[in-house]
Nanobody
Framework: VQLQAFGGGLVRAGGSRRLSCVASGSISSINVMGWYRQAPGKQRELVGATTGGITNYADSVKGRFTISRDNAKNTVALQMNSLKPEDTAVYYC?????????????WGQGTQVTVSS
């Protein structure tokens, strides 16, 4: 499974940004798709993930961020609204897949989102 994320950039506080991630390869093996982020000096953290029609979000982004998955297009998007400077981070697309009975984690290359105050 290969993941390619794009859509990052500079945005003002209060603004919106949409990230997209395209999956290729063993698409049918993907179970979970979602987004993580890593701010400077901090550990990578889960933003949200979706599987089986259920989506969970980190408390810090609930009500502001929305994850949508399009299985027909093999994409997962992250719509970010009401952005705050603390949302500044490198955002990573993530997928978990079951291949030959084992779980594997796959990561996109990361895309930088910078929110200016």
């Amino acid at each position: 499974v290969q993941l390619q994320a794009f859509g990052g950039g500079l945005v003002r506080a209060g603004g919106s940004r949409r990230l997209s991630c395209v999956a290729s390869g063993s698409i049918s093996s993907i179970n979970v798709m979602g987004w993580y982020r890593q701010a400077p000096g901090k550990q990578r953290e889960l933003v949200g993930a979706t599987t089986g029609g259920i989506t969970n979000y980190a408390d810090s982004v609930k009500g502001r961020f929305t994850i949508s998955r399009d299985n027909a297009k093999n994409t997962v998007a992250l719509q970010m609204n009401s952005l705050k400077p603390e949302d500044t981070a490198v955002y990573y697309c993530h997928a978990s897949a079951v291949i030959s009975g084992r779980w594997y984690d796959f990561w996109g290359q990361g895309t930088q989102v910078t929110v200016s105050s």
